[in-house]
């Protein structure tokens, strides 16, 4: 296998040891190929290229980066071609690929939305200052504490150190809530506990019901995606569960890569009540009759994948996961994959990209998810609130889920709401609050209201005639806006929105693949543009006509919505002519 190898490079013992956590002992079957339907093509894959990423973890944590040794023995073990590893290995931005030198963790300091406002740039020259290895971070998912930072371990585990401190979310304790009324109740690493407070209730109600009336159920409440997309849900599992009943083998996943500047809710969610996402992933397993469930997670969230794996390993040891799952027949099990910065793996199939061992560049649709998904099999895929708001659906029935929202956007949603409000956090609320109520929730406005961005980077800025806005789906489209994730990031006339904009298209600018030339070249002169601060006429034209091009021709949402934040700013005078 000479030609195997990348370089002469060879690993050391130190990398082959980390490795073999991962993959185990070497072993002949790994170098067994097969054939999988991809795309609606033929595909050769290598039977455990998934554990690549995985892989890439052991070597990184080991020494602070991928040396060439250390990936030639990874390429070697999986059979993974070594230009298609390096370029994996690359894609990442918590993956390094040259020696860094020095042996210290690294401190990665986020730079977006909440974060730019509340001294992040300041946070950084004060921990150069100080000899620490930093590194300037898109948006790490902690938006309510900002300025925000996360620690990539070296030989040890990672972590956040805000998480070491005492934290508590403003409605937690509230029984009244939906999705965080366990939150500060029930212990996030104790399986007993979560049954106490009403836990597994919902799964035992579905079996009740079985497949067919679970999915009518599903489908009935009108649930929809609250990842951003507003797909319903029933109509994903149904599919897949059709695919399912003509002998296919399928798989659910919980897209928890939430990577959106300004977004946090699933990393409250799931670091204080994991326990409901592995009981509504086995609901969504047993509905759609899928063998394997995946939970893909930020590589920034150590203490929630912490606290799901102890969550998975104790439901597998109760008898809830494995082979005769819940003693009815059904195989089911759940494996946790960690992302590893890259803000396009939230996009469905960049998402399967990465799991599988591949770059995670989106591919072209048709076909489907619900029908070449994950492993070119059936797949149906959903955003972790999405799933949670299964169980109480399930425990107090279609009519009352149905009491609070509206017709079309029924239940409640999560807001992420940071910036400049007098409460930052993760709050719960009825679909059809106003825009001026929920700020109220949040203790109100710090300063004088300037702008809301909402939606996140990929949504667009409101101003205060906005506040009577009702925040449904068909209430934000009507005006022009959007929910997205939940994001509800507020700006005073202090803040600095020309700096924001124009960190908002250089975020865009990184996080573009590059694979649609639009997109990868759309981006990069969006930013040069507004970095410019050079906003004529002619230069607004030119990013509507750059902005239109990306939506036409990019083959994933992040070129379809890049220029959504900017044009909105354009157009409330927020950036432009003497701003």
């Given at each position: 296998m000479?030609?195997?190898?990348?370089?002469?490079?060879?690993?050391?013992?130190?990398?082959m040891a980390a490795v073999a956590v991962v993959l185990g002992p070497d072993d002949d079957a790994l170098v067994v190929e097969h054939e999988r339907v991809v795309r609606g093509g033929t595909r050769r894959r290598h039977a455990r290229r998934n554990l690549l990423l995985p892989a890439l973890h052991a070597l990184q944590n080991h020494a602070g980066w991928i040396s060439p040794g250390g990936l030639n023995h990874v390429c070697e073990r999986l059979q993974v071609p070594p230009a298609e590893a390096y370029g994996v290995a690359t894609?990442?931005?918590l993956f390094r690929t040259t020696d860094p030198g020095n042996r210290e963790a690294?401190?990665?300091?986020?730079?977006?939305?909440?974060?730019?406002?509340?001294?992040?740039?300041?946070?950084?020259?004060?921990?150069?200052?100080?000899?620490?290895?930093?590194?300037?971070?898109?948006?790490?998912g902690q938006c309510e504490r900002a300025p925000a930072t996360f620690v990539q371990g070296l030989a040890g585990p990672d972590l956040v150190p805000a998480d070491s401190l005492p934290y508590t979310i403003p409605q937690q304790g509230d029984a009244s809530l939906r999705l965080l009324r366990r939150i500060g109740v029930v212990d996030p690493t104790d399986i007993d506990s979560?049954?106490?407070?009403?836990?597994?209730?919902?799964?035992?109600?579905?079996?009740?019901?079985?497949?067919?009336?679970?999915?009518?159920?599903?489908?009935?409440?009108?649930?929809?995606?609250?990842?951003?997309a507003a797909f319903p849900t029933g109509v994903k599992w149904a599919a897949v569960r059709a695919e399912v009943d003509t002998g296919r083998s399928a798989h659910v996943v919980a897209n928890a890569d939430e990577?959106?500047?300004?977004?946090?809710?699933?990393?409250?969610?799931?670091e204080n009540d994991p326990f409901s996402l592995v009981e509504a992933l086995l609901i969504a397993g047993y509905a759609t009759g899928a063998t394997h469930g995946w939970i893909y997670i930020r590589g920034e969230y150590p203490l929630a994948t912490a606290r799901l794996e102890k969550a998975v390993a104790e439901a597998r040891t109760g008898g809830l996961l494995g082979a005769n799952a819940?003693?009815?027949?059904?195989?089911?099990?759940?494996?946790?994959?960690?992302g590893a910065g890259a803000y396009v793996c939230g996009e469905e199939t960049a998402l399967?990209?990465?799991?599988?061992?591949?770059?995670?560049?989106?591919?072209?649709?048709?076909?489907?998810p619900t029908t070449h998904g994950l492993f070119g099999e059936p797949t149906a895929i959903n955003n972790p609130e999405t799933l949670v708001n299964v169980l109480h659906l399930l425990t107090s029935g279609i009519s009352e889920y149905r009491t609070q929202g509206t017709e079309r956007s029924p239940a409640t949603k999560l807001f992420c709401l940071s910036g400049a409000v007098l409460t930052p956090g993760l709050y719960e609320a009825p679909f059809g609050i106003t825009l001026g109520e929920l700020l109220e929730m949040a203790g109100g406005v710090r300063g004088d209201l300037r702008a809301v961005l909402m939606g996140g980077a990929a949504g667009s800025f409101v101003d205060r005639s906005f506040l009577d806005m009702a925040l449904t789906l068909e209430d934000t489209q009507k005006r022009g806006t959007t929910l997205g994730s939940g994001v509800v990031m507020?700006?005073?006339?202090?803040?600095?929105?020309?700096?924001?904009?124009?960190?908002?298209?250089?975020?865009?600018?990184d996080e573009s693949c590059g694979q649609c030339v639009p997109c990868r070249i759309g981006t990069q002169r969006q930013h040069e543009i507004v970095g410019a601060g050079v906003l004529d006429a002619k230069h607004i034209g030119l990013i509507d006509e750059m902005a239109a091009a990306m939506r036409d021709a990019s083959i994933c949402g992040l070129g379809h919505t890049a220029s959504n934040a900017v044009q909105s700013a354009i157009r409330l005078g927020l950036i432009g002519a003497g701003k």
């Open positions: 000479a030609d195997l190898y990348i370089s002469s490079d060879v690993a050391s013992e130190g990398e894609f990442y931005d690294v401190t990665h300091v986020c730079v977006d939305g909440a974060c730019q406002m509340s001294g992040a740039n300041e946070l950084l020259a004060e921990l150069e200052a100080g000899g620490a290895r930093v590194h300037a971070s898109p948006c790490l979560y049954r106490h407070n009403g836990g597994f209730a919902a799964l035992e109600r579905a079996r009740e019901l079985g497949p067919t009336e679970l999915v009518q159920l599903v489908t009935d409440s009108g649930l929809s995606g609250r990842g951003g990577s959106e500047p300004g977004t946090f809710k699933d990393r409250v969610l799931i819940l003693g009815e027949g059904h195989n089911f099990d759940i494996t946790i994959r960690r399967f990209n990465s799991i599988e061992g591949f770059r995670g560049e989106p591919r072209n649709k048709p076909p489907f507020v700006f005073n006339t202090e803040d600095d929105i020309v700096a924001a904009v124009s960190r908002i298209a250089e975020f865009f600018r």
